[in-house]
């Protein structure tokens, strides 16, 4: 009986690495085009890239759609865990939206992003750490 077992375990040992899962592009997944974080939203996709306090969001269409980059309009707001919500400028640049940012204190904050785009809006949120 042993012996069987043994050589069960044997004869489906080539077959194991079939069953493993590495998580490499899968379907519905959206890469980074920029090195940043990526959410998506119901009319586009957002990329969030910060850096020492130095902030840029790039939004980018769905797959098979185009975006009018000139239609766009987005506001953010900051809130670190001690202190208020407050808003963050940004400037429209050639494909992407920048500004600055300071935690207050703390070493990660909440960004929401609100997107007006053709009279539709969308929110983005993203946490940024140090």
């Given at each position: 009986m042993l012996r069987l077992v043994l050589i069960a375990a044997l004869a489906l040992l080539?077959?194991?690495?079939?069953l493993a899962h590495e998580?490499?592009?899968?379907p519905g997944q959206v890469k980074?085009?920029?090195?940043?974080i990526v959410k998506t939203g119901k009319q586009m996709h957002m990329e969030m890239l910060a850096?020492?306090?130095k902030i840029q969001f790039f939004p980018?269409?769905?797959e098979n759609e185009k975006l009018d980059?000139?239609?766009l309009n987005l506001t953010a707001t900051i809130k670190s865990p001690k202190g208020k919500p407050a808003d963050?400028?940004?400037k429209k640049e050639t494909n992407s939206f920048s500004g600055t940012y300071k935690l207050e204190g703390?070493?990660?904050?909440d960004i929401e992003v609100s997107v007006d785009y053709n009279g539709k809006k969308d929110k983005f949120k993203f946490l940024v750490e140090e």
């Open positions: 080539p077959l194991t690495p079939a998580g490499h592009d899968v980074s085009r920029h090195g940043g850096l020492d306090g980018f269409p769905h980059f000139n239609k963050m400028p940004l703390s070493y990660r904050a």
